[in-house]
T-cell receptor
């Protein structure tokens, strides 16, 4: 069962548009990762957030972790075809005993 | 290239058989994590080793076992294979045993026929 809820499950956006993907936990987290995966390939690290209220940016991607450390968003500005893929959030719940849990992923398609 | 090497890339075998998947972590990384990714279950954590010792166990079946050797490479052994074991198996490595960045290998695609 997924303890990290990702939304939406899939997203089709016009190239150049902005988009947001969300990741929500029912438990407080030590921290959270965002990864990107091309179909059938390995996961590529994007960002790691550990502090409540933290925000990080890399190129056109910004990720935030809320103050309660239960919700994160990934925002892409001016989307490009290279942004297409599956975005996964992974996290360490505070009671997890070092068991990392993962969201089901958000499939992003960019329309030219 | 993440620096994590997994072999083989593809594996096709029959039900009831046993296979071994191999993972070489990034140079200097002491932690190795194994994951299973299937269409219906998503990415599932199996097991974590740190410097040769088991640190955490996730949804790993009793038919599966793993170990990390003194040179820090790791092997995941899957036995009495069933059709439902068909999946992508990923290995990831990190420097420490806490919340470090995990670097993923390209995966081994296992098909059980």
């Amino acid at each position: 069962s997924q303890e990290l809820e990702q939304s939406p499950q899939s997203l089709i956006v016009q190239e150049g548009k902005n988009l947001t993907i969300n990741c929500t936990s029912s438990k407080t987290l030590y921290g959270l990762y965002w990864y990107k995966q091309k179909y059938g390939e390995g996961l590529i690290f994007l960002m790691m957030l550990q502090k409540g209220g933290e925000e990080k940016s890399h190129e056109k991607i910004t990720a935030k972790l809320d103050e309660k450390k239960q919700q994160s968003s990934l925002h892409i500005t001016a989307s490009q075809p290279s942004h297409a893929g599956i975005y996964l959030c992974g996290a360490w719940p505070m009671d997890s005993n070092y068991q990392l849990i993962w969201g089901a992923g958000t499939k992003l398609i960019i329309k030219p | 290239d993440s620096g994590v090497t997994q072999t083989p890339k593809h594996l096709i075998t029959a039900t009831g058989q046993r296979v071994t998947l191999r993972c070489s972590p990034r140079s200097g990384d002491l932690s190795v994590y194994w994951y299973q990714q299937s269409l219906d279950q998503g990415l599932q954590f199996l097991i974590h080793y740190y410097n040769g010792e088991e640190r955490a166990k996730g949804n790993i079946l009793e038919r599966f076992s793993a170990q990390q050797f003194p040179d820090l490479h790791s092997e995941l052994n899957l036995s009495s294979l069933e059709l439902g074991d068909s999946a992508l198996y990923f290995c990831a490595s990190s420097g420490g045993q806490g919340m470090d960045i995990q670097y993923f290998g390209a995966g081994t695609r296992l098909s059980v026929l």
